[in-house]
């Protein structure tokens, strides 16, 4: 899963490179975004060339997010785009992560209300006016918000960031799946409310026929008596007609049951989509509820149906 790293010029060297490193060595990915692309320079020399904008973000792609301090968080602060996405990952269900003057974003995006947090002291009474309990400790976890003060409480602010994050990695942070209409292989008619009451899986392919989906979708077919037995429904999605996936299902002898997504409304909604618009290979398990309770984003193939039908079991025993 990503979390995500906001930037600008006059970012704070350490608290940046220090948590991009260590989030990148815990396997998870990780985007750095500005509100413009381009070259941003720490305060005390250094350089990392963004290549993503903020504004071209969806919220429902990360899991976490990161705001270093410096002077960077008081320019961030001036785009509402900036303010929004840390708001939207946190209503989403999200981790945010922040350092120094980092909080000053936090505040901006009206979420610090009620939390338990500290910052650089010189910025105390802003968190405590916009409603934050401040105390003056190294570093601080509540309600999914985590604050260290300064560079050298990065030791200590890191592992209860990386901690809350990994309690999130695998699952979605948007609850519940959306409502949607889909034309299966045949032409029927599939609703959201036509697969609540049983657990469902619902994997999003990018092409009918090419080797990595036929490859899939052979994996699903060969463990289909085993999803069966426990009374889980699995679909295949992908932008590809009706008679395409029709044909795509006779053609492999498989026994998966195909949705046609050809507007990619949905794949969209579940953030299952590339920035070039192309399917992100994405699988997503929904409990009778309808919630979405674990998700996998750009799949490898090989294994990852025996992977599901794994999870499945343990979420359905826990």
Not at 173 to 179: G, I, K, R, V
Not at 286 to 292: F, L, Q, S, W
Request: hydrophobic share 35%; net charge positive.
């Amino acid at each position: 899963m990503k979390v995500l790293i906001l930037v600008e010029d006059g970012y704070e060297d350490l608290e940046f490179y220090y948590p991009y490193l260590r989030l990148l060595e815990e396997g998870f990915e990780v985007d750095v975004a500005a509100p413009k692309a381009g070259i941003k320079k720490g305060k005390n020399g250094t350089s990392f060339d963004v290549k993503k904008e903020i504004s071209g973000l969806n919220a429902k792609d990360y899991i976490g997010v990161f705001v270093p301090g410096g002077h960077a968080p008081d320019r961030l602060r001036r785009y509402e785009e900036a303010a929004g996405i840390v708001r939207q990952i946190y209503e989403g269900g999200g981790v945010v992560g922040s350092i120094c003057h980092g909080p000053h974003l936090l505040i901006s995006a009206k979420i610090v209300k009620g939390v338990k947090m500290t910052s650089f002291f010189s910025i105390k009474d802003d968190l405590i006016n916009a409603g934050a309990k401040w105390v003056d400790e190294p570093a601080v976890v509540d309600k999914r918000i985590v604050t260290g003060r300064v560079p050298s409480d990065l030791p200590k602010l890191m592992p209860l960031f990386i901690k809350e994050l990994k309690k999130l990695s695998g699952k979605s942070t948007q609850e519940s799946l959306p409502d949607f209409e889909l034309k299966d292989e045949n032409g029927k008619t599939v609703r959201k409310d036509d697969i609540l009451g049983k657990y469902t899986v619902l994997y999003f392919f990018p092409r009918a026929n090419t080797p990595g989906c036929t490859q899939e979708a052979k994996d699903f077919t060969e463990l289909s008596s085993s999803f069966k037995k426990l009374d889980v429904k699995v679909f295949g999605i992908s932008p590809d007609s009706p008679k395409a996936l029709k044909n795509f299902k006779q053609k492999h002898s498989l026994k998966v049951r195909f949705l046609s997504d050809p507007d990619k409304k949905l794949a969209k909604a579940l953030g299952a989509l590339k920035e070039n618009g192309g399917i992100k290979r994405s699988t997503f398990i929904v409990d009778e509820n309808g919630r979405i309770v674990k998700a996998w984003k750009g799949v490898k193939v090989k294994g990852h149906a025996k992977a599901v039908l794994e999870e499945v079991k343990k979420l359905m025993t826990s």
